[in-house]
């Protein structure tokens, strides 16, 4: 079993639904959570972080962490076509640029319809 | 503008060939990071150097070799040992971990995309 689980997709909505992303991991110990937007043949570009649980909100972007059912999603809000891309879960024990220890998902590819 | 800027964007080795990818930041990071990323696979960590003129191996190392004589730069060569080098290699860079920069995520470049030929 992978520490970190992420659904490849693709997933295709409609311009202006909200996305909802999700990863499930093994590790307990997990306590920093960050998401990477990256479009296609670029570097992943960091979304956003967390520390422990709750919810963290950035304009359209929601972030949200459930220890207790071991599971991280990411909300997209009123989605746009530029929000295409796929998005990578990453996530640690120690911190956030914790050199050997942080762990990414596999991405979940997401179009959006206009 | 502050960032990371691998080059080339594009490379093809021949069989038995060594070659070598650049990493460049204007950061002032402490600690780089080359990952390997293939089609649904999570990034995987090659090597990673915390410190000019000092480095570690990640996960999969073998067939690979980096050095960091200065801070700003952090070259990986793919050696003929790597037999399976085809994928999309990604440097990133962060504040060396600390107190004080505890909650300082990794940033990315554009990456090099490596072919055989």
């Known amino acids: 079993q992978k520490e970190v689980e992420q659904d490849p997709g693709p997933l295709s909505v409609p311009e202006g639904a909200i996305v909802s992303l999700n990863c499930t991991y093994s590790n307990s110990a997990f306590q920093y959570f960050m998401w990477y937007r990256q479009y296609s043949r670029k570097g992943p570009e960091l979304l956003m972080y967390?520390?422990?649980?709750g919810n963290k909100e950035d304009g359209r972007f929601t972030a949200q962490v459930d220890k207790s059912s071991k599971y991280i999603s990411l909300f997209i809000r009123d989605s746009q076509p530029s929000d295409s891309a796929t998005y990578l879960c990453?996530?640690?024990?120690?911190?956030?640029?914790?050199?050997?220890?942080?762990?990414f998902g596999s991405g979940t590819r997401l179009s959006i319809r206009p | 503008d502050g960032g990371i800027t691998q080059s080339p964007k594009y490379l093809f080795r021949k069989e038995g060939q060594n070659v070598t990818l650049s990493c460049e930041q204007n950061?002032?990071?402490?600690?780089m990071y080359w990952y390997r990323q293939d089609p649904g696979q999570g990034l995987r960590l090659i090597y990673y150097s915390q410190i000019v003129n000092d480095f570690q191996k990640g996960d999969i190392a073998e067939g690979y070799s980096v050095s960091r004589e200065k801070k700003e730069s952090f070259p990986l060569t793919v050696t003929s040992a790597q037999k399976n080098p085809t994928a999309f290699y990604l440097c990133?860079?962060?504040?060396?971990?600390?107190?004080?920069?505890?909650?300082?995520?990794?940033?990315f470049g554009d990456g090099t995309r490596l072919s055989i030929l």
């Open positions: 967390t520390y422990s649980s």
């Open positions: 990453a996530m640690s024990v120690t911190g956030y640029s914790s050199a050997s220890k942080i762990i």
């Open positions: 990133a860079s962060s504040p060396r971990l600390s107190r004080e920069n505890s909650n300082q995520p990794q940033h």
């Open positions: 950061l002032n990071h402490d600690a």
